[in-house]
DNA sequence: ACGTTAACGGACGCCCCCGTCCGTTTTGGC
DNA sequence: GCCAAAACGGACGGGGGCGTCCGTTAACGT
């Protein structure tokens, strides 16, 4: 039997996976997670049963194109654990977050996503999404953050940000900078205020992605 | 020169038309603006060619199937206009129209749309959009309502509520019940608030509707 | 330099949606 | 009841995305 251990890739299939994944990165930030594989790769100037020999399903692609992404995240989060007053990183983190998602259309859409297969994807997200409640607790401590606040109000404002549509990559992050300006004053912990409405089931489901 | 006035339609074509209308709206409210206009047709008991017939393009379809949902909005604003607080007046438009966007995935999608055609719906839209800005200004009046905001974050709240993805139709609403709570917490006049960043030139595009 | 073999990509068949044509059916006036 | 006109809907051709096959190219070891 033949040594069957994982042999070293040829230089051109690397490349090419590279080019795939950076159209990819580009295309999927753009446009969102619907563009055409075939696009994808055109702009890596290669052909479609390469990109699905190195990638074969969108999921795979997606997951691997936004892990940079997913890096980010999670110094945003870091960063705001750091900060000593929680309530400010708290506020940055929400800051960052919607800045980010805002530039990256399709990124967003992994994050709030259920993808099946992609176990480490999850298993990243839902890592910065604990520590994100962590940084919540204490900051309801402060009592600057109003106490009911829960985590999944969180992926209500990500989905939520989602939805704005503005006229030019400009404008979409201003936009978004405003929305999480008034989403921090609605989180902040104020006198007197009324109780929020039952938190609902969200759903995480993926657009346009079948396979 | 022939009698060039409206005839009097056959009853199988207003018979028709009306099932046409009735079978867009269920789809439009539950599976959005993007279902296959064939799809309706099926649903309508009709052919494809009857559907084009009667409405050439789904701009056209979606506003005369729209029409009910607008007519709700007017009375919810109208509603509002009546309350003798402006500053509650304002806060039941909000949940009404969340509650109203988040039952019609479609309606929404149309309602921040640029329709190039479809000026009476454009009209209606912007009638209701006026009434709440004057709204907004007596709610501001009375200091409970922040004095920066904008109509246009009005529009941003409804792009960013039709982002909402949730379990079921009822998980919809509750989710769309506790993000207006939430947004009008953030819209609240509160004291020593922080300056909102700039508006932003939102996006009015119809998904999927090319023709 | 050369042969092996991994990697490539053009091309194919499949399915779904679109908008229209045209032969057939139904309606309503006489 | 009859007939012209209006309305219907099955069927067609076009276009685009998808995933795969297979003949060709080029990288790497010797």
Chains 1, 2 share one sequence.
């Not at 929680?86 to 996503?113: M, N, Q, Y």
């Amino acid at each position: 039997m033949t040594d069957h251990l994982s042999r070293i890739p040829r230089s051109d299939a690397v490349d090419n996976r590279e080019r795939i994944l950076e159209a990819a990165r580009v295309l999927f930030a753009t446009e969102g997670l619907n563009v055409p594989l075939r696009e994808v790769a055109r702009r890596a100037e290669v052909g479609p049963a390469t990109l699905y020999r190195h990638f074969p399903t969108k999921e795979i692609l997606a997951t691997e194109a936004f892990a940079e992404q997913m890096r980010t995240c999670h110094a945003v989060v870091d960063e705001g654990l750091a900060d000593p007053d929680p309530w400010r990183g708290f506020c940055s983190v929400i800051e960052k977050i919607c800045e980010l998602h805002s530039r990256d259309r399709g990124f967003t859409a992994a994050f709030v996503s259920a993808f099946p297969k992609a176990v480490d994807f999850i298993a990243d997200r839902d890592y910065a999404l604990k520590a994100i409640a962590e940084l919540a607790g204490r900051a309801k401590d402060t009592g600057k953050l109003r106490p009911d606040f829960v985590l999944d109000d969180l992926i209500l404002m990500l989905m939520a940000n989602n939805g704005i549509q503005a006229a030019s990559a400009a404008a979409q992050v201003a936009a978004s900078r405003r929305f999480a300006a008034l989403v921090i004053q609605a989180f902040r912990a104020g006198p007197a205020q009324a109780p929020l409405p039952p938190v609902a089931r969200l759903a995480l489901v993926m657009p346009g992605v079948t396979r």
